[in-house]
């Protein structure tokens, strides 16, 4: 099953749109960061900002990010930053349920059809529970968040390409991921969990052709896409429909366990239960690789893990990546 792909007028708005997210991105982004070096630079009395930062002394760099956004909210640039970060994702998401909604039945039906002989699986649970923390937030203000219709999975899709601002269109950021920061050896069973509509899944299966590769998320939707899309691009992957934070696996159950763009829509308790689940399902000496935000900066774009701990020069906005990667004691 292909990707729905934007024609039109509707490709033409969205890749509007994507101009938009550049420029905050390229060009207001670079002028706030100025007007913040120069006003934490500055001499004399305390500005409103910095009064309202808690007493950090002029010429300064806070140490805390309240102080530090008390500053930034303060700037001439802020209002125009801040309206185009969050307006320029309502449009995206608007623009792509009004192309994709109408087509929510045929999409449903083909989320429906099965492969006549498929390489990997699909179990879902029409039983699971979906924790609150996940059902009642629109995770990047999608409506409807990326687990309530067939529709939902293909906007996420498409929208998913837009938010990193046409930079991973070929999920290039994802095989950069398996490439660099996951240690190359033998594994027998690899779980990438909160794995949406597998696009973090995949490279494992290309990377790792002899290992079992899992993935778990809590979206049937998107585990149905997921799998539509691994089975036609010829990946054998499982896809289970399970929370991170308890999982169903047994003991010692894989080599490696992997997360990508998950944990930051974590509450801490909840966090704390997936990396206790984790080390769980961890054969001893397996690996956990968590990617985003030992700790190790990530360059995105082309280095991958950066051995001297810092990120790359770059005056626009960008996501600033980390892994987190760690062993279970043999």
Not at 112 to 126: I, Q, Y
Not at 179 to 197: M, N, S, T, V, W
Not at 284 to 304: H, I, K, N, T, Y
Request: proline fraction near 8%; aromatic fraction near 10%.
């Amino acid at each position: 099953m292909q990707s729905v792909a934007p024609v039109g007028e509707d490709r033409a708005y969205l890749e509007f749109v994507l101009g938009l997210k550049q420029y905050f991105a390229g060009e207001v982004y670079p002028r706030l960061r100025q007007q913040y070096d120069a006003r934490v630079a500055e001499s004399g009395t305390p500005t409103p900002a910095d009064a309202r930062a808690g007493g950090t002394e002029v010429g300064e760099l806070p140490t805390e990010p309240r102080s530090a956004g008390a500053i930034v909210e303060d700037l001439p640039a802020y209002p125009l930053f801040q309206w185009l970060e969050r307006n320029t994702q309502k449009m995206m998401w608007r623009r792509l349920e009004a192309m994709i909604r109408p087509r929510a039945a045929e999409l449903d039906a083909q989320l429906e059809s099965t492969p006549a002989e498929p390489l990997g699986s699909l179990m879902l649970d029409p039983n699971l529970p979906l924790p609150d923390y996940y059902a009642q937030t629109e995770f990047h203000i999608q409506p409807g968040g990326v687990w309530s219709s067939a529709a939902n999975a293909f906007v996420y899709e498409v929208g998913a390409k837009v938010v990193m601002m046409g930079q991973n269109d070929d999920y290039r950021f994802h095989r950069l991921f398996v490439e660099k920061a996951i240690p190359h050896q033998d594994y027998r069973a690899i779980l990438d969990l909160g794995c949406g509509f597998g696009k973090s899944t995949r490279p494992f299966a290309d990377a790792f052709p002899e290992a079992s590769v899992v993935g778990i998320d809590l979206s049937a939707p998107n585990l149905k896409l997921a799998h539509q899309q691994a089975e036609r691009l010829g990946k054998r992957i499982s896809f289970y429909q399970r929370a991170a934070e308890a999982t169903g696996f047994p003991d010692a159950s894989f080599d490696l366990v992997t997360a990508t763009m998950l944990i930051h829509e974590m509450p801490m308790p909840v966090l704390r239960r997936v990396l206790g689940e984790a080390l769980r399902i961890l054969r001893p000496g397996g690996v956990l690789a968590v990617e985003q935000a030992e700790m190790l900066p990530f360059d995105e774009r082309s280095g991958g893990v950066r051995a001297d701990g810092t990120w790359p020069e770059r005056a626009e906005w960008h996501f600033p990546w980390v892994v987190i990667r760690a062993w279970k004691v043999a």
